[in-house]
Nanobody, 128 residues
Protein backbone atom coordinates (compact mmCIF):
# COMPACT_ATOMS: atom_id res chain seq x y z
CA UNK A 1 0.00 0.00 0.00
CA UNK A 2 1.30 3.41 -0.95
CA UNK A 3 1.85 5.69 2.01
CA UNK A 4 2.44 9.42 1.84
CA UNK A 5 3.40 11.59 4.79
CA UNK A 6 3.70 15.36 4.50
CA UNK A 7 5.75 17.63 6.71
CA UNK A 8 7.03 21.19 6.72
CA UNK A 9 3.90 23.31 6.89
CA UNK A 10 3.61 26.32 9.15
CA UNK A 11 3.22 30.07 9.36
CA UNK A 12 5.10 32.50 7.15
CA UNK A 13 4.81 36.16 6.25
CA UNK A 14 3.95 37.22 2.72
CA UNK A 15 7.05 37.17 0.56
CA UNK A 16 8.60 34.37 2.56
CA UNK A 17 9.39 30.77 1.65
CA UNK A 18 8.48 27.31 2.88
CA UNK A 19 9.59 23.86 1.89
CA UNK A 20 7.21 20.92 2.22
CA UNK A 21 8.31 17.30 2.18
CA UNK A 22 6.44 14.19 1.20
CA UNK A 23 7.82 10.85 2.36
CA UNK A 24 6.58 8.23 -0.09
CA UNK A 25 6.69 4.46 0.18
CA UNK A 26 4.95 1.29 -0.93
CA UNK A 27 4.94 1.69 -4.71
CA UNK A 28 4.73 -1.62 -6.57
CA UNK A 29 5.60 -0.10 -9.95
CA UNK A 30 8.34 2.34 -10.90
CA UNK A 31 5.99 4.43 -13.05
CA UNK A 32 3.94 6.89 -11.04
CA UNK A 33 3.37 10.56 -10.31
CA UNK A 34 3.60 12.36 -6.99
CA UNK A 35 1.89 15.72 -6.81
CA UNK A 36 0.97 18.48 -4.44
CA UNK A 37 -2.60 19.69 -4.10
CA UNK A 38 -4.03 22.35 -1.87
CA UNK A 39 -7.40 23.26 -0.49
CA UNK A 40 -8.26 26.61 0.99
CA UNK A 41 -11.34 27.09 3.19
CA UNK A 42 -14.46 27.25 1.07
CA UNK A 43 -12.61 26.40 -2.12
CA UNK A 44 -12.19 23.30 -4.23
CA UNK A 45 -9.04 21.25 -4.05
CA UNK A 46 -6.50 22.49 -6.58
CA UNK A 47 -3.63 20.67 -8.24
CA UNK A 48 -0.47 22.73 -7.86
CA UNK A 49 2.55 20.83 -9.14
CA UNK A 50 3.59 17.25 -9.78
CA UNK A 51 6.60 15.12 -10.62
CA UNK A 52 6.81 11.96 -12.69
CA UNK A 53 9.06 9.12 -11.69
CA UNK A 54 11.71 7.76 -14.08
CA UNK A 55 12.05 10.87 -16.30
CA UNK A 56 11.18 13.52 -13.63
CA UNK A 57 8.84 15.37 -15.95
CA UNK A 58 6.97 18.11 -14.09
CA UNK A 59 3.66 19.88 -14.44
CA UNK A 60 2.89 23.25 -12.88
CA UNK A 61 -0.45 24.95 -12.54
CA UNK A 62 -0.67 28.63 -13.34
CA UNK A 63 -0.61 29.41 -9.62
CA UNK A 64 2.73 27.60 -9.24
CA UNK A 65 4.61 29.00 -12.21
CA UNK A 66 7.55 31.15 -11.25
CA UNK A 67 7.21 30.56 -7.50
CA UNK A 68 6.93 26.85 -6.77
CA UNK A 69 9.27 24.03 -7.65
CA UNK A 70 9.25 20.28 -7.10
CA UNK A 71 12.04 17.75 -7.01
CA UNK A 72 13.35 14.58 -5.50
CA UNK A 73 16.95 13.73 -4.76
CA UNK A 74 16.53 10.17 -3.52
CA UNK A 75 14.62 8.31 -6.22
CA UNK A 76 11.21 9.66 -5.24
CA UNK A 77 11.36 8.40 -1.65
CA UNK A 78 11.08 12.05 -0.68
CA UNK A 79 9.47 14.68 -2.87
CA UNK A 80 9.90 18.33 -1.99
CA UNK A 81 7.79 21.39 -2.73
CA UNK A 82 9.66 24.66 -2.51
CA UNK A 83 7.38 27.65 -2.29
CA UNK A 84 8.87 31.12 -2.69
CA UNK A 85 7.38 34.60 -2.62
CA UNK A 86 4.36 33.26 -0.79
CA UNK A 87 1.12 35.20 -0.84
CA UNK A 88 -1.87 35.16 1.51
CA UNK A 89 -3.83 33.41 -1.26
CA UNK A 90 -1.44 30.47 -0.88
CA UNK A 91 -2.92 29.76 2.54
CA UNK A 92 -4.36 26.26 2.42
CA UNK A 93 -3.97 22.68 3.53
CA UNK A 94 -1.40 21.12 1.24
CA UNK A 95 -1.71 17.45 0.35
CA UNK A 96 0.75 15.06 -1.20
CA UNK A 97 -0.92 12.62 -3.57
CA UNK A 98 0.14 9.88 -5.96
CA UNK A 99 -1.10 7.81 -8.86
CA UNK A 100 0.26 5.09 -11.07
CA UNK A 101 0.71 5.90 -14.76
CA UNK A 102 1.98 4.33 -17.95
CA UNK A 103 5.64 5.10 -18.60
CA UNK A 104 4.79 6.99 -21.80
CA UNK A 105 2.12 9.21 -20.21
CA UNK A 106 2.67 12.96 -20.46
CA UNK A 107 1.66 15.29 -17.64
CA UNK A 108 -0.86 17.77 -19.02
CA UNK A 109 -3.06 18.45 -16.01
CA UNK A 110 -3.73 17.44 -12.39
CA UNK A 111 -7.32 16.37 -11.85
CA UNK A 112 -7.58 15.21 -8.27
CA UNK A 113 -9.92 12.33 -9.13
CA UNK A 114 -7.05 10.60 -10.93
CA UNK A 115 -4.99 10.34 -7.75
CA UNK A 116 -5.55 7.23 -5.66
CA UNK A 117 -3.28 7.81 -2.70
CA UNK A 118 -3.30 10.80 -0.36
CA UNK A 119 -1.41 12.06 2.64
CA UNK A 120 -3.05 13.60 5.67
CA UNK A 121 -2.22 17.18 4.69
CA UNK A 122 -0.20 19.96 6.23
CA UNK A 123 -1.37 23.50 6.92
CA UNK A 124 0.35 26.46 5.31
CA UNK A 125 -0.66 29.90 6.52
CA UNK A 126 0.66 33.05 4.89
CA UNK A 127 0.06 36.29 6.75
CA UNK A 128 -0.12 39.65 5.04
Amino acid sequence: EVQLVESGGGFVQAGGSLRLSCAASGFTSDSYVIGWFRQAPGKEREGVICLKSRDFQTYRSDSAKGRFSIWSDDGMNSVYLQMDNLKPDDTAVYYCAAKYIYAFDTLLSMPDYEYDFWGQGTQVTVSS
